[in-house]
């Protein structure tokens, strides 16, 4: 998983999606492996969990249409 202060300062991020932990965690190793620089922002925990369940992903700008396609057989595969 990465944070937000890892990603270069040079590189403006976008959302790319909302999905579960696991989504999360398979998206990233994709977009690592297509080399797009990306963060995520895990879900919630403690008091508030029940207000954000799910991970949210933030990618390069400059990547987004390429991450998108990353990302839409891992969130639609059933």
Not at 10 to 20: D, F, G, I, N
Not at 31 to 56: C, H, M, Q, Y
Request: with cysteine; hydrophobic share 45%; charged share 25%.
């Amino acid at each position: 998983m990465r944070r937000v202060w890892e990603v270069p300062k040079e590189v403006r991020t976008v959302h790319l999606c909302a999905c579960s932990p696991i989504h999360a965690a398979q998206i990233g190793e994709a977009l690592e492996e297509a080399g797009i620089v990306w963060w995520e922002k895990p879900p919630t925990s403690g008091l508030l969990a029940f207000l954000d369940r799910e991970s949210n992903l933030f990618v390069d700008r400059a990547r987004l249409a390429e991450a998108q396609a990353i990302a839409e057989p891992i969130l639609t595969e059933d």
